[in-house]
């Protein structure tokens, strides 16, 4: 099982967010990872979605019906 907290700053981070944590993972062994978001395409990723910008809007499809397909391609 995995949590997933996304704090606006390190200031977030209190006696709340622990007991959190602890309530929620008793007394099972957890792993705590911090990295910092500073999200920034590479030119490819850019290139990427410069191409999707010009496809035919007639092939569109959204994105819960890309999360249902991935969903039924890769189980996931």
Known sequence: MYTTYHLNSAEEVNSDLLDSIKATFK???ITIVVEEDDLELTPEMK???DERL???EKDYVSSEESIRQLNQKYGL
């Open 27 to 29: 007394s099972r062994p």
């Open 47 to 49: 290139e990427i979605l």
């Open 54 to 56: 010009k496809e035919n």
